[in-house]
């Protein structure tokens, strides 16, 4: 019998019921040939020591075929698995390639190459918490506006999911759980979840607002969650149309943390809900006695020249960009837009036949219109990363100033510039301090102006 035109259960009867050695014989190849073809055709062989037996005259059972075939293809599921953990289907690689280039944009280098990113060992631990919340905060978003081809919905959202399952162990030590009050059973709980990425920065920050808490003797005090970098998950994945009615707040007493929302109704006669997480131990997490406090910074009105210097060449081109951007929205928008398609369509056909030269020109727009709004993205990056660098402030960061004749004091949730004919004005925003040493509600905005004829003499 060739053993090419042998069937499984044939393979089977005989392996059953002679040693492999004489199968071989018979068939004309060797042991190990033997061995190879049970293992492809998923053929159990006897136990060792299962001949011995037979000659001593016991009758061992045989196992079925067909419930051998299920535990193989058990095994076989089970180590392909585990061949596959780490890789990134071609839908999940996608979502975190543009996690990966969103950071570039926000200047957060990374040596990955995004090309070839297929497995979860390319990335690391700081990486993989950062792209984390930012899959988590905006895969929809980006579905929705087209940044990755792919329409939004239910298998969209598992394969994200399973994305987020996969990139958590590895940023779990990057980041900090706020679970839900009440719900304590780890990722799985019931209620959102809150991930914040646990930096030295923010570790620093919040001794200082435990310091804060214990000499002015507050029970706590309360900083926007927006000053972090987090991104809030029910199943590990954010929906982002919820986050229009939650005002988010981070919680500090002078030894512990926790975090509080408050969801607005959609009646606007109703009070809104409030709701916390957990709290925990600032000592559990972090050295709190050997940290140093964060300084608050005290900024003149008036910006140096000797400030700016190191970075007036990126000044000079975000100012061109500007400009350039500026020439391009003007001369778009000048565009005569007010007649309907179907009028364009008739013109089209009534003079100009297949070259539809009208209809043309509205697509082309509609392009233009998309362009100019991802340049207007990325100027709006720009200038809050060169503001931040100009001023050394960041969102979190306590700023103190003299503004139109009194002192003031806030903490910063965003910093950005704007240019003027005769100045550069960078300007920090956030919720201004109370004379108690407590964050008010009232938010402010500080300006601090730069001549930009020092700008050009520099």
Sequence with gaps: ???????????????????????????????????????KLQVPKPPRGYWARVVAGHAPRRPALKAFREELEAKRKSALQARTAGHFT??????????????????????????????????DQDV??????????????????????VKWGTSVKASIGKLVERLMPLARPQLLAFETEGKRHSFSAAGPIVFVRWTAELQTRIATLARITRDQNLSHVVQPLSVADHAWSSTHLYQPESDFILNSYLCISSDTAWIEWYRRSWREE???????????????????????????????PAISEARVKPYQSRLQALDEAERIYEMITNAAYALDRSVPNDMLAMADRIWFGADRPFQ?????????????????????????????????????????????????RISAESVSLYFTEKRVTFVVSGRRFRKDGTLGKISETMSFAMDRKDEQGG
């Design 128 to 149: 993989a918490a950062q792209a984390l919340l930012l899959i988590q905060g905006q895969a929809q978003k980006w579905a929705e506006s087209g940044r990755v081809a």
């Design 360 to 408: 043309a020109a509205r697509e082309a727009f509609a392009h233009i219109e998309t362009d100019l709004e991802r340049w207007e993205q990325q100027l709006e990056t720009e200038r809050s990363q060169l503001a931040q660098a100009v001023l050394g402030v960041r969102p979190g960061d306590i700023v103190a100033s003299q503004q139109n004749g009194a002192f003031v």
């Design 270 to 300: 109703n009070p809104p809900e409030r709701h916390s997480t957990n709290k925990f131990k600032l000592r559990d997490v972090m050295p709190i006695d050997l940290l140093d406090e964060e300084e608050e910074k005290v900024l003149a």
């Design 1 to 39: 019998m060739a053993k090419r035109d042998m069937s499984r259960e044939e393979l089977f009867a005989l392996v059953w019921e002679r040693p492999t050695s004489e199968i071989a014989i018979e068939l004309g190849i060797s042991d190990v040939a033997v061995g190879k073809l049970c293992e």
């Design 90 to 123: 071609e839908l999940q690689s996608k979502f975190l390639n543009e996690a990966l280039d969103e950071l570039r944009n926000r200047g957060i280098e990374h040596q990955i190459d995004t090309s070839r990113l297929k497995h979860i060992s390319s990335l």
